[in-house]
């Protein structure tokens, strides 16, 4: 039996503050917006989320894949 890692840890590539949140397990989030310097984040070019491109752990929909 796989275990989904539903915390990851993403870091802001503008200020460098770094925060552990919780994944959804239903869809994958696109917008995050840094509590630190207020940038909004956006996935990098080939990710679907804001986690798998600048988080600790992939999403969970792509940790099952």
Avoid: A, D, R, W
Wanted: include cysteine.
């Amino acid at each position: 039996m796989e275990i989904t890692i539903l915390k990851s840890e993403i870091t802001c590539p503008e200020c460098g503050h770094k925060k552990k949140e919780e994944m959804s397990t239903e869809s994958c989030q696109f917008f995050y917006e840094c509590e630190n310097c207020k940038t909004v984040l956006k996935p990098k070019g080939g990710n679907c989320c804001v986690y798998c491109s600048y988080g600790t752990v992939p999403c969970p929909p792509i940790q099952k894949k």
